[in-house]
């Protein structure tokens, strides 16, 4: 694509979709943005069924979060291998102080506020 040429809008069909169900799905705690989050905490920590559930419905109706547990799994090998490789890994093994950890708890849970 050219410099300064805009893509040319979505199919009408997708945005009458959209225009339906976006409201409902951000209702019921399942827009693009809590399956993204769900995603990555699943990473870290195991969902509650009502979360897990949440995630598998958004992930069954939307085309484009449908792959971000496969996008997830990828980063996640791709850091751990470059680590490992890079770092003989000694980057992997140490592992944060305490003190750090609750800051990273601090930072996330006024972000997830926002």
Known sequence: ???GQHLPPPP?????????????????GLCCRSA????????????????????????SMC???SSL?????GMRKLIKTTCEHEHEGDCCSESLS??????????LKSRSKE
């Not at 547990?69 to 799994?73: C, K, S």
């Not at 305490?98 to 930072?107: D, F, G, Q, V």
């Open 69 to 73: 547990p496969a996008q997830f799994e």
């Open 98 to 107: 305490e003190e750090a950890k609750e800051r990273i708890a601090r930072h």
């Open 36 to 59: 993204f989050n769900l995603c990555s905490e699943k990473m870290d920590r195991e969902l509650t069924k009502r979360e897990s559930l949440r995630l598998r419905v958004h992930l």
């Open 63 to 65: 085309g484009l979060c």
């Open 12 to 28: 009408l069909t997708y945005r009458v979709k959209q225009a339906i169900m976006c409201p409902i799905l951000k209702a019921l």
């Open 1 to 3: 694509m050219k410099p």
